[in-house]
């Protein structure tokens, strides 16, 4: 292979990384929709086919050697992506020994690698991940599989009693897939850990299954106050009671579980709702929070009068002056806009008279089964994957949206959701939760 070719190679590289990076940002952007990212998408992917056409050269030369890069995790993403859709099977198989080998910290490059794969290309080895000891890629297969619903067959009854929490969380993720029952002590052991992310992961399994303890144990988890409550707050929001909200109300007068308890408003969708986020819209930590979940429910967009002047960062301070154990990483939720309050208090005055006390709203339109399925084609992508959520409980798992899938299989599982009739969609996923 020519200097100059290697060359095009290394810069289709270079840029599949970079493009992998904006991506992923973009799937949780408040400033990003649906075809926006197909666009950044389009670019990426156009990288990765220069790389495929590199061939056994590209492989050998640039690809595999890449999948070591661990401290740059998309450039592992893009090399293992490629390598996965190679016609030469020995881009699956150096797939496969390098994650035999990777550290820990690479690891989430290639589980997303395998997970936005299409189904049909799922390497075969994949499934003997479950028979080994290393808690760490016992989740990675797991959490793969379940993004494309697969069953990972006999060992899930005992990966569901696992040790470890991470396991256990992957496999509940994987079981809510599945058509069979969710075993009651299986359910009751992660509803009641004290590890947030493995009662997470039970709440929303045991909703799709239909089991009542589910609930109760999302509601015990708000009023407890205890830490991470950002899913079980979520929860109590997306079932579109009235009553939930004063549960939230009493999250907003803790300042650690504010964010969360904002956030969750937001898809409550009730005029007493949007009125308690207006109560903090003067407050500098949590003002564009407050506004982007009023927004969400009202339908009011921030903009004009109606939005602070965008403020420039202060520049970092000097080095030995820094706090080093302060994330500056940036978030998401920092480019959401601030609200002029006084502005936005004169716009509720004159449109509270628009919206029923007692009714559910999303983007000020009344909410129901075409609402909830525009939002999930025109709302932000920060907002996408709790809609997708709300849509997954109510039609107790499938159909469902996968909404950090590329672009094509977002919207196709859309058009799915739309066969699907409207009764099981517009109900609230509380309605015929079982006691077993």
Known sequence: MSHTLMDVLEEHLDEAAFLWLQWERSLVAPTYVLNEVAGLEERLLAHVDGLVLGGT??????????????????????????????????GAEAVRTALETAAPEALPA??????????????????????????????????????????????????????????????LRAAARLRAPLERQVLQAGLTSPVSA????????????????AWTACQAAVDSGAPGLRLPALVLALSGDAREVERLKRLLEEPRHRPDALWALGFSGQPAAAELCLQWMEDDAVSHLA?????????????????APHVEEEPLPPLEEEALDVDLTPKPEDDLPRPVAAEVLAWWKESRKNFELDRRYLHGRPFGTEA?????????????????????????????????????????????????????????????????
């Open 198 to 213: 493995l009662r997470d992961s039970a709440i929303t399994a045991g909703l799709q299954k239909g089991h009542r303890a």
């Open 291 to 307: 506004a982007e979940a009023f927004c969400a429910i009202t339908g009011l967009s921030l903009e004009g009068r109606l939005a």
């Open 372 to 436: 909830l399925l525009e939002s999930l084609m025109t709302a932000p992508m920060r907002r996408r994957h709790a809609l997708a959520l709300d849509l997954a409980l109510r039609s107790r798992g499938e159909p469902r949206v996968p909404t950090r899938a590329f672009t094509p299989y977002q919207r196709k599982a859309l058009e799915a959701v739309r066969t699907t009739a409207p009764s099981a969609l517009s109900r609230p996923f509380t309605e015929g939760l079982h006691s077993s």
């Open 57 to 90: 050269s590209a492989t050998e030369k640039l690809l595999i050697p890449a999948l070591e890069a661990h401290e740059d995790v998309e450039r592992v993403t893009a090399a293992a992506y490629t390598l996965l859709g190679s016609e030469n099977p020995s």
């Open 110 to 171: 290639f589980q997303r690698a395998l997970e936005l794969k299409g189904y049909e290309a799922l390497p075969s080895w994949l499934s003997t991940l479950l028979k080994q000891d290393e808690p760490l890629k016992l989740a990675l297969a797991l959490e793969v599989l379940a993004s494309h619903g697969v069953d990972p067959g006999p060992a899930l009854p005992d990966l569901l009693r696992h040790e470890e929490p991470q396991v256990a969380a992957a496999a």
